[in-house]
């Protein structure tokens, strides 16, 4: 029976510490699908199985639990990057800039709310006690990257006693910052004496005003004499919105037009453009018929959806590609991440779009040679850019940065680093022929497998002390602490959003939930409203919350702990 107790005890064997890590993730992932009163720890609950597997002594090699913890954080933080990275810079535009100022003040308040606490009833003097507040916080706000930074940071100044104090913190907080969020959520409705008829009804209301820009088709039929032997680009030079012309007749004839194409009183043409401009272009053009089958003309058109998987069209605006003029095809609108986009001559083309092209089959065909169109490729990861990318942040995360009054150099590290890098490949990858398009279930897959390594290494090494700093420490405090946490900021902010910028209350639902970086909050706010507003709420304010929780932690444990 002494394999079966090396399996099971010995620290240095390879087979023990597969073993570990998957009766810990395994366990964790299955635990984490329960739900009281609806709501679960998720993935999460992957850290309190490590915590059990510590307290037991089943543990491993120290160097290779490091290992495996960094490396997951790596990998999680960089999908995380990819993923926010082509909103990152979005986000800024329009309302979004009053919702991200109003996610950065309950980051702010966090914090504040944090240090308040941390010097009126934590022992200053204990080189412990802020680490475990940090954990405290990344638990209050349910956000793991910013553990994982708070961590890294930490290896930076005391390796060997600090760790287990965080994790310990965040294992103290999380569960009541679950259900803080939601609760302060659901305080605030009545606090503000919300009814959500009434804000589903100012949601409509307000897209009927300002309707989303997205492709609407019409067939008109010209009756302006000013437009008479004028050609396309003329027309749009005077009428100052964009539109797309897919076919024209003209006495009986069909032809696929360009920019030369010249209209006459009579002809019918077949537009695309945005939702809002079509009043305009029809009451500039002519009124809209219903008489033509486009089907049934003398030359026959298709229409195709064509999937760009060609490296060489990644980052092509649409007016570069000259489509109706080389290839004699139009392409009317575009489909990204499931949303119908116009496809202005501006818009970038991305490996992952898919085009539809009108014209002639055969056109059609030549225009899905060169965008690729082979759902193969698409299925091949870019791993040169993946790892190229992590690379990039590795070194990006070493730097060291002299900041005056601080005695040790601030480094991004392992969590900063290739976020700030994953971000910008992200956005800007294409300038560099780098294809940064991974398959979701793909992405997903590499984030969820960096998370639970990161997990499952924090709590098997936190284990061993937990019951002794949670039970027979000062645990109960560092629950009620997290908690005021959670719900303080939120409650302040929200009632600032409401009352100030009278935010619809489920915008304002997505927007809690994206700065807390929670997707339990996400999902009861969409079960909450029969509109995407939730969603669009928490996309605004995600890619720079999350950003900001990584580098705070890692900030704060910089600053206070280097100065201690």
Sequence with gaps: MNWF????????????????????????????????????????????????AGHFGFTGNLSVLNFMQDFGLILFVYFIGLQVGPGFFEAFKKGGIVL?????????????TMLLLYYLFCDTNDPHSLPMMVGVLCGAVTNTPGLGAATEALNQIFPENAIPQIASGYACAYPLGVIGIIGATIALRYLCKVSLEKEEARIEAERAENPHVKPHKMTLRVTNAALAEKNLKQVREFLGREFVCSRALHEGHVSIPTRKTVLH?????????????????????????????????????????ILVTQPSMNGKTFGEMHFSSVYGVNVTRISRFGMNLFADRNLRIQVGDKIVAVGPEDAVDRVANVMGNSIKRLDHPNMATIFVGILLGIILGSLPFAVPGIPTPVKLGLAGGPLIVAILIGKFGYKLRLVTYVTNSASLMLREVGLVLFLASVGIKAGANFVHTVVEGDGLMYVWMGFLITVIPILVIGLIARYKYHINYFILMGLIAGSTTDPPALAFASQSSSSDAPSVGYSTVYPLVMFLRILTAQVIILLLCSAG
């Design 100 to 112: 991200n100022c109003l996610a950065v003040g309950i980051v702010a308040l966090n914090i504040v």
């Design 265 to 305: 009183l009579g002809d019918s043409i077949h537009v695309v453009c945005a939702e809002d401009d079509a009043e305009a272009i029809s009451a500039f053009i002519g009124p809209q018929v219903t008489d033509i089958d486009w089907n049934m003309q003398d030359k026959p058109m298709v229409s195709k959806s």
């Design 5 to 52: 107790e090396n399996l099971l005890f010995d620290p240095d064997s390879i087979a023990h510490i597969v073993l570990l890590y998957s009766v810990v993730i395994a366990a964790g992932i299955f635990l984490g699908k329960i739900k009281v009163f609806g709501i679960s720890l998720g993935v999460t609950f992957v850290l309190f199985a490590g915590i059990v």
